[in-house]
């Protein structure tokens, strides 16, 4: 149960998350696969996908897995496979090859969510320091993502995004954890601009966020247990490249790291009975606003794979990656009052497809498939807009106006006494003068 004052009402910081003073608008851009049947007999070299867009208006998100999704080939795969699974756990009593599975009632990867089926939260309401204002103490019961490894598993120095430090300066690093996406980001100051006439400064991710092959991110490399190559296009090591891991010198080459992958002593994304997948991607190890594991491979990445290797995505018509239209997270902070003035949030579920031998997979080539894309835009309410305006522009336009001001009448008044001083100096002379003759 949340905190209450003593005359029952909840606290502010409650009150605020619980009804949250901004619209957010979800954009959904289905990829439908056009040459399924080319696709799936391994006939043509790369798969054709066709964007189309179906808007789901503030937070209504109400996805079932199948129903609507299911004139679409690719996406029907997809949802087929997650009922085919929903129904074979219940049939082995909720394990799959003795590993317990999450008891959720309605199969699919965002089954009724609608941004109130979150775990608990426990956030600080402010009273330690106005800096610690929504960030994070504990989430479902837990004080790290243990679904990610190192400093990706950090949650207790988020928030949620919407509440930051007052006073921000563009040395300043925003850290955002998204329940929705299953784990938190780092945002860098990108830009000084403005909302609606309100300051802003505007934060970014890089692309290190989606590179689970970097030294920040490699907590959140995809395990990879079934030991398949997914890009087998990547890397592209040079010609001259032989994997001879026999070579003296190999035992101090670190095989696990990008760099290194088309050293001879490394077999490019391979290593041992695993493959690493390429930069762009991260795994989705939860159910959105879950913390039941997903039992399959997902891997998040920008619209279009914005940030993977052109080799990666160039295998799948359809993606066009853009740096303008496809940037995976902004935020626009007003610095005075260090609450979001707008945001924008773009990323794309892949699923995991591998050739088997004992599936109607078996003639699919390995691949990362686009399922879908989101696009979520926060747009705060025009009253909040008029709070924010007054506390972000106008008060400290006042409160500037006022120092300047009041530095101006100290100006004038030292001005005044220095000329005064100076007038008697300059008389002094002439009655000494006086005074002699």
């Given at each position: 149960m949340p905190n209450q004052n003593d005359d029952g009402s909840l606290p502010l910081v409650t009150q605020h998350w619980a009804d949250y003073p901004a619209d957010i608008m979800y954009n959904f851009y289905l990829w439908n696969l056009t040459n399924p049947y080319e696709a799936v007999a391994y006939i043509a070299a790369h798969t054709d996908l066709h964007p189309l867009l179906l808007m789901l208006l503030d937070q209504s998100m109400l996805m079932n897995g199948r129903s609507w999704l299911a004139h679409f080939p690719l996406v029907s795969r997809s949802a087929n496979l997650i009922a085919n699974l929903h129904n074979l756990v219940k049939l082995m009593g909720g394990t799959l090859f003795g590993i317990k599975l999450p008891d959720y009632p309605h199969p699919g990867l965002m089954p009724l969510y609608n941004n109130t089926y979150d775990p608990e939260y426990r956030v600080h309401t402010g009273k330690t320091g106005m800096d610690d204002y929504t960030k994070i103490i504990t989430y479902g019961g837990k004080t790290q993502q243990d679904w990610f490894l190192g400093d990706s598993a950090e949650i207790t120095n988020c928030n949620d995004g919407g509440f930051n430090k007052q006073f921000l300066t563009p040395e300043d690093k925003l850290n955002v954890f998204r329940a929705y996406l299953g784990r938190s980001f780092e945002m860098s100051f990108h830009e000084a601009s403005s909302h609606n006439s309100v300051?802003?400064?505007?934060?970014?991710?890089?692309?290190?966020?989606?590179?689970?092959?970097?030294?920040?991110?490699?907590?959140?490399?995809?395990?990879?247990?079934?030991?398949?190559?997914?890009?087998?296009?990547?890397?592209?090591?040079?010609?001259?490249?032989?994997?001879?891991?026999?070579?003296?010198?190999?035992?101090?080459?670190?095989?696990?790291?990008?760099?290194?992958?088309?050293?001879?002593?490394?077999?490019?994304?391979?290593?041992?009975?695993?493959?690493?997948?390429?930069?762009?991607?991260?795994?989705?190890?939860?159910?959105?606003?879950?913390?039941?594991?997903?039992?399959?491979?997902?891997?998040?990445?920008?619209?279009?794979?914005?940030?993977?290797?052109?080799?990666?995505?160039?295998?799948?018509?359809?993606?066009?990656?853009?740096?303008?239209?496809?940037?995976?997270?902004?935020?626009?902070?007003?610095?005075?009052?260090?609450?979001?003035?707008?945001?924008?949030?773009?990323?794309?579920?892949?699923?995991?497809?591998?050739?088997?031998?004992?599936?109607?997979?078996?003639?699919?080539?390995?691949?990362?498939?686009?399922?879908?894309?989101?696009?979520?835009?926060?747009?705060?309410?025009?009253?909040?807009?008029?709070?924010?305006?007054?506390?972000?522009?106008?008060?400290?336009?006042?409160?500037?106006?006022?120092?300047?001001?009041?530095?101006?009448?100290?100006?004038?008044?030292?001005?005044?006494?220095?000329?005064?001083?100076?007038?008697?100096?300059?008389?002094?002379?002439?009655?000494?003068?006086?005074?002699?003759?």
């Open positions: 300051p802003t400064y505007v934060f970014r991710i890089d692309r290190n966020e989606y590179n689970s092959n970097s030294p920040r991110r490699i907590g959140m490399r995809y395990e990879n247990v079934e030991g398949v190559d997914y890009a087998p296009t990547w890397p592209v090591c040079p010609s001259e490249h032989v994997y001879s891991p026999d070579e003296d010198g190999c035992a101090q080459i670190e095989c696990t790291k990008e760099i290194n992958f088309c050293d001879n002593c490394c077999n490019g994304s391979h290593y041992g009975p695993t493959v690493f997948t390429p930069p762009g991607f991260y795994p989705l190890k939860v159910f959105p606003g879950r913390l039941g594991r997903i039992p399959f491979g997902v891997l998040m990445s920008p619209p279009h794979m914005l940030w993977a290797p052109e080799q990666v995505s160039s295998q799948y018509v359809g993606q066009y990656p853009d740096e303008v239209k496809h940037q995976p997270v902004e935020w626009s902070v007003n610095p005075t009052m260090g609450t979001v003035v707008h945001a924008h949030l773009r990323t794309q579920m892949n699923i995991l497809f591998a050739r088997r031998d004992m599936t109607q997979s078996t003639e699919l080539p390995n691949s990362m498939a686009p399922i879908f894309w989101l696009h979520i835009e926060v747009l705060i309410h025009d009253e909040v807009m008029f709070i924010y305006k007054l506390g972000g522009l106008y008060v400290p336009f006042f409160l500037d106006f006022a120092l300047y001001f009041h530095l101006l009448v100290i100006f004038i008044s030292l001005s005044v006494v220095a000329l005064d001083k100076l007038t008697r100096l300059e008389k002094l002379p002439s009655d000494s003068e006086d005074l002699h003759n």
